[in-house]
Nanobody, 128 residues
Framework: QLQVVESGGGLVQPGGSLRLSCAAS????????VGWFRQAPGKEREGVSC????????YYADSVKGRFTISRDSAKHLVYLQMNSLKPEDTAVYYC?????????????????????WGQGTQVTVSS
């Protein structure tokens, strides 16, 4: 079964940093476009960032541009989301998704439906 697994969340103070990781089970992320999404309580899921599998181009939502960075670690077959200068409004469950077709995932739309189901996500809480 093809699955993605998110990790790296936690509790951090405003202005702090976290690095989220997206790993795959049953396939290799290296050949897929990968997107990050987040969902805060009472809000719909929103696209945060993505990285293409064709030209490694990246996309960022305006709300995170300049603070978040998406990248690949091909040696470890992971995709990271480095989050700096975190704000309370970044608090959410963060999910990753993979798609062989970059144009279906980048930019990441709020109505995106992944193959199978969403993973469990990783909780990010920004609070003092």
């Amino acid at each position: 079964q093809l699955q993605v697994v998110e990790s790296g969340g936690g509790l951090v103070q405003p202005g702090g940093s976290l690095r989220l990781s997206c790993a795959a089970s049953g396939f290799t992320l290296d050949y897929y476009a990968v997107g990050w999404f987040r969902q805060a309580p009472g809000k719909e899921r929103e696209g945060v960032s993505c990285i293409s599998n064709s030209d490694e181009s990246t996309y960022y939502a305006d709300s995170v541009k300049g603070r978040f960075t998406i990248s690949r670690d091909s040696a470890k077959h992971l995709v990271y989301l480095q989050m700096n200068s975190l704000k309370p409004e970044d608090t959410a469950v963060y999910y990753c998704a993979a798609n062989m077709y970059a144009d279906r995932l980048c930019p990441p739309r709020s109505d995106y439906v992944p193959f199978g189901s969403w993973g469990q996500g990783t909780q990010v809480t920004v609070s003092s």
